[in-house]
């Protein structure tokens, strides 16, 4: 367990040194709409919401979109009449993705160990840092935040703690003051936890929360309040984990050790309802391409695809196909997945969107080499992709497209 020790005065903050474990995680603000007017000045300061694929609902707003009213989840319908003073943007989700990298690289400059934990958030472990930039915590918390908004012109709001839940904890904190870095050191920790909702507790969902509530527990300094005996019980390891992360132990340390997602998926809504099998099959073709170059930059292969179509009135369809050989080849998904279209597809049935997830992983470094495989063919896939990825990296994403053969009727 580590102790927070050391309490200083910085200014009129209250700032903890820690000798053994620090952990900041650091959020970006309104990371979609932070993107969007990073690279259109004329968006600062101005109500901006994000919507999903073909503008279906609101995904991320600026604060100025927030004092309008507007919510999370929102569908347009709903806000074009009453909001019409907000600006309007379709997710662009290649930018975020590239901002994302630019963020991330820039707390690897601080921090030889970072966690990413999604795609505008990342665990960083601070231990120790005070000594090599000869100032305290809070204060290295600050000049990330500035160089990562002077570099990427993202805001980011810092939490810092001796664990991850307090971390996560003082970063929503942090979001709501000024300067944007808010800490919890060991003399924190209680009074904070006295004033926060047990909903408010990271990894609590709604099942959980409404169980605690149940047993009289509304505040997180209830929750750590329990025996270690009763929260095994009653919630499991998971519990246990709560509790002492809650009480600044840190049981989850901060991992920079890449680790492969438990899927990939990739899915739009259609431009329109469509019964159309050859407009299907090109919506699938860009994802699954999009799919097979996420995949490949994490060096790694798939035996899992799958396909769905959702209809128009929001019924879902789906089949899966296991493969005996990992792959990361789009032309060899896309045959896979116009076999299970042809299946699926019903010309009768008009179709909103379609979507392709890629599943079961296995690194390439850790591929096992088959008897029965074909090395020269494999070769030649492998040149394939590398060439694909070399002209998009060059030229710019969806600069290739693939094709499907149009069978005669």
């Given at each position: ?82 909001m019409k003073k907000a600006v309007y943007l379709t997710a ?100 904070v936890l006295e004033k926060t909702s047990i909903d408010e ?209």
């Amino acid at each position: 367990m580590s102790e927070f020790v050391e309490e200083i005065t910085k200014k009129d903050k209250n700032v903890t040194m820690a000798k053994k474990n620090v952990i900041a995680l650091v959020d970006c603000d309104s990371f979609f709409v932070s993107c969007e007017q990073a690279v259109n000045s004329e968006l600062k300061g101005k109500p901006v919401c994000v919507m999903s694929a073909r503008g279906q609902c609101v995904i991320s707003r600026s604060r100025e979109a927030k004092k309008l009213g507007i919510r999370m989840g929102m569908p347009y319908f709903q806000v074009e009449g009453q909001m019409k003073k907000a600006v309007y943007l379709t997710a662009n989700h290649d930018l975020y993705k590239d901002f994302s990298k630019k963020v991330m690289a820039v707390l690897k400059d601080f921090s030889p160990k970072v966690e990413v934990y999604s795609i505008d958030e990342a665990f960083v472990d601070l231990t120790g840092l005070e000594r090599l930039y000869k100032k305290d915590y809070f204060e290295i918390a600050e000049m990330i935040r500035a160089e990562i908004l002077e570099r990427i012109g993202i805001p980011v709001s810092i939490g810092i703690s001796s664990s991850k839940s307090l971390a996560k904890l003082a970063s929503d904190k942090a979001k709501n003051i000024t300067g944007g870095v808010f800490l919890i050191g060991s003399k924190k920790i209680i009074p904070v936890l006295e004033k926060t909702s047990i909903d408010e507790i990271w990894g609590i969902g709604k099942n959980l929360s409404l169980f605690f509530r149940k047993n009289g527990i509304i505040t997180a300094y209830e929750l750590v309040q329990q025996s270690d005996i009763w929260l095994n019980k009653q919630v499991g390891v998971r519990g246990l984990e709560m509790k002492h992360e809650l009480l600044g132990e840190m049981v989850s340390p901060v991992s920079d050790e890449v680790k492969l997602p438990k899927s990939i998926q990739n899915t739009c809504a259609l431009a329109k309802f469509t019964s159309d099998k050859d407009y299907l099959k090109n919506s699938l073709n860009y994802h699954i391409h999009r799919a097979c170059v996420r995949l490949r930059s994490l060096d790694a292969k798939c035996f899992g695809v799958s396909i769905f179509l959702r209809t128009k009135d929001f019924k879902v369809f789906s089949e899966k196909r296991v493969l005996n050989k990992a792959t990361d080849f789009e032309l060899e998904i896309s045959d896979i997945i116009f076999e299970l279209l042809e299946k699926l597809y019903r010309p009768n049935i008009l179709y909103r969107s379609t979507g392709v997830i890629l599943d079961t992983f296995e690194f390439n470094s850790e591929a096992q080499l088959s008897l029965f495989g074909n090395s020269e063919e494999d070769e030649k896939k492998a040149k394939l992709t590398k060439c694909f990825d070399k002209l998009e990296s060059r030229f710019g994403k969806n600069i290739i497209q693939t094709g499907f053969i149009q069978k005669d009727v």
